[in-house]
């Protein structure tokens, strides 16, 4: 199974200032290659998300990424996280469809971890955990923190179901992140697997604003 990445990077950090946080200096390396390279091990190909206007600083991060590398720009910006994990999902499922016999099938089927942008310290052995829950024919596997928390910008999912429940929730007028979730056939991982893993909350932080960024900085300028 041909393991995919998708990291979406479309959103406008209005908590970051003026800068976009994508491509923003962490400790020498742009954010998003920080994620990136943490994703490169435990997959094989990466699809990034992102409006029009990021993508050639966000190209110029990428360059001699050991993975190939493709891009699904948002055609309508600004429309939230949602429409961008559907976005980054079709762009997968046309990547896996090319040149395939199985043709559209086999799209609708790939398997992509997706992930934010600001999320730099994502765990590839939890990465590879999720991918293993879909292989059990699961639609969707999703990290469930503290017994509450849906970890769906940190999840794994079957391109196509995935793109049709977020589309499904944008046209009922749900923007809700949670909610395509619900409409899939769904593996939760929970504290206990997690903890099996090693996998602690850190692989879940988000870098939203200036404060949390020159944290996360600190941290990599130390290892």
């Given amino acids: 199974m041909t393991r995919y990445a998708a990291v979406v990077a479309g959103g406008r950090s209005t908590r970051f200032g003026d800068r976009d946080k994508a491509v923003a ?73 090319d040149g395939d016999g199985d043709g559209d099938a086999a799209g609708a089927d790939a398997a992509a971890f997706v992930v934010a ?5 994502v765990d590839p052995a939890l990465v590879g955990a999720l991918f293993d829950r879909l292989e059990e024919g699961y639609d969707a596997a999703v990290p469930r923190v503290d017994g509450e928390w849906f970890q ?17 929730a944008l046209a009922r007028g749900d923007r809700k992140i949670i909610a395509p979730l619900f409409d899939l056939e769904y593996a939760v991982l929970d504290d206990d697997a997690l903890a099996d893993l090693g996998v602690d909350d850190r692989s879940f932080e988000n870098l939203n604003t200036r404060e949390e ?7 990599f300028a130390s290892r």
């Fill in 25 to 97: 200096d962490l400790a020498g390396t742009p954010m998003i290659r920080r994620v990136a390279d943490r994703l490169a091990d435990a997959t094989d190909r990466l699809v990034v998300n992102c409006r029009a206007d990021q993508r050639a600083a966000i190209e110029e991060a990428m360059v001699g990424y050991p993975n190939p590398v493709r891009y699904a720009e948002d055609p309508d910006p600004d429309e939230g996280p949602m429409a961008g994990i559907r976005t980054a999902l079709r762009g997968v499922e046309r990547w896996a469809g």
């Fill in 117 to 121: 942008c600001d999320m730099p310290f």
């Fill in 152 to 168: 769906t910008t940190h999840a794994a999912y079957r391109a196509g179901p995935m793109a049709d429940a977020c589309d499904a």
């Fill in 213 to 219: 960024f020159e944290a996360a900085a600190e941290t």
